[in-house]
């Protein structure tokens, strides 16, 4: 049960460090997609023109994060609102559409995020450890939100 709502607490030394050995190599991987990311918000005529293959970086971006978000979440739970989130926080922050900075900067808010959860969920007075997504939904509702409304704003003025 507290699998299914997030948790930290079962992540032993030796646990983290298997972690941290499959998920370091794998997050290098994303920040070198990068570029064909880059070349893919492009549109495919143009990434296609600059010659990317199209199949084989789709793959790669699929496999790449597939990977990493299954390896989070076998060790943590579905921890939902900092993987729907970070990336919207990363990207109002630093005012970019490069997606080396924004694949960055969500490594780095999505750290700072789930630490901060973490510690909220075991504050002292509580008698037990609330569940991550619990605290995590206040973190993430308020971006998701903002996210909504302002894509919704800017379908109203177009």
């Known amino acids: ?54 199949r084989k970086a789709r793959f790669l971006i699929i496999f790449t994060s597939g990977i990493l978000t299954a390896l989070v979440t ?21 005012r970019t559409s490069n997606h080396f900075t924004l694949i960055l900067n969500s490594i780095i808010i999505g750290s700072a995020t789930a630490l901060l959860c973490n510690l909220i969920a075991r504050l002292p007075g509580i008698d037990s450890e609330l569940p991550i997504n619990s605290v995590t939904a206040f973190v993430g509702a308020p971006v998701v939100i903002s996210v909504i409304l302002k894509r919704r704003k800017e379908k109203i003025l177009e």
């Open 1 to 54: 049960m507290i699998w299914g709502l997030g948790s930290f607490s079962r992540l032993s030394l030796e646990r983290a460090e298997l972690f941290a050995a499959i998920t370091i190599p794998l997050s290098i991987v994303s920040l070198l997609l990068s570029k064909p990311l880059n070349l893919l918000a492009l549109g495919d005529h143009y990434a296609r023109n600059l010659g990317l293959n199209i």
């Open 74 to 94: 076998a060790f943590c739970g579905p921890i939902v609102f900092i993987g729907m989130a970070v990336p919207h926080l990363a990207k109002m922050i630093s």
